[in-house]
């Protein structure tokens, strides 16, 4: 199985640009979240998806919109990038949100905002 | 609304044992563990979702005190393998569906 799947894994944007980050997973989960990490910050939630046509903001939404476009994926767009937009990107899904399940984490997109 | 960990890092040498912490501020469902080695993914460790529940696998335990929102990591004789950042996640009670992260405590082992 190839679990959560991110693309791209490296992408470099010029401010103003905007791109977006896309996520599917293969193991029939329904919640599915967006986190960065920054050096220092822990792993912060962006957006999340608790099923299939929900979506809900996390703690740091601003400047990123989502699409839960089926079961499977879950896209992340940065409409105008700025520099502090600069960030590694993972991408995770768990069974379902009464939690008590693993979250699994993709490998992660290194996004540089110049 | 993040969980604050400590000890912000830990350098040990192999064999020696661990304890890393983990605190809330508000009511807490679950606490997630997880590791992450440098330039990967974070790693599932466990899932506490009982107040007082103790968990663990080889030498690497850990409990919820549900009352103090707190929750403890031990790596105890602890490996070469396990260094690394490790980081706890918490879901609130009201079951909000949201797993927010801690910063992270770094753990180095010496040989």
């Known amino acids: 199985n190839a679990g959560v799947t991110q693309t791209p894994k490296f992408q470099v944007l010029k401010t103003g640009q905007s791109m977006t980050l896309q996520c599917a997973q293969d193991?029939?989960?329904?919640?599915m979240y967006w986190y960065r990490q920054d050096p220092g910050m822990g792993l912060r939630l962006i957006y999340y998806?608790?099923?299939?046509?929900?979506?809900d903001k996390g703690e740091v939404p601003n400047g990123y919109n989502v699409s839960r476009l089926n079961k499977r994926e879950f896209s992340l767009r940065l409409e105008s990038a700025a520099p502090s937009q600069t960030s590694v990107y993972f991408c995770a899904s768990s069974l379902n949100r009464f939690s008590g399940n693993t979250i699994y984490f993709g490998e992660g997109s290194w996004l540089t905002v110049v | 609304q993040q969980p604050v960990q400590s000890p912000q890092a830990v350098i040990l040498r192999e064999g020696e044992d661990a304890v890393i912490n983990c605190s809330s501020s508000k009511a807490l469902y679950s606490v997630h563990w997880y590791r992450q080695k440098h330039g990967e993914a974070p790693v599932f460790l466990m899932i506490l979702l009982k107040g007082g529940e103790q968990k663990g696998h080889d030498k690497i335990s850990a409990s919820f005190n549900e009352k103090k929102q707190q929750s403890s990591l031990y790596l105890t004789a602890s490996q070469l393998s396990y260094s690394g950042t490790y980081f706890c996640?918490?879901?609130?009670?009201?079951?909000?569906?949201?797993?927010?992260f801690g910063k992270g405590t770094r753990l180095h082992i010496l040989p």
């Open positions: 996640g918490t879901e609130r009670k009201n079951r909000d569906d949201k797993i927010i």
């Open positions: 193991m029939n989960h329904n919640s």
């Open positions: 998806s608790a099923s299939e046509g929900t979506t």
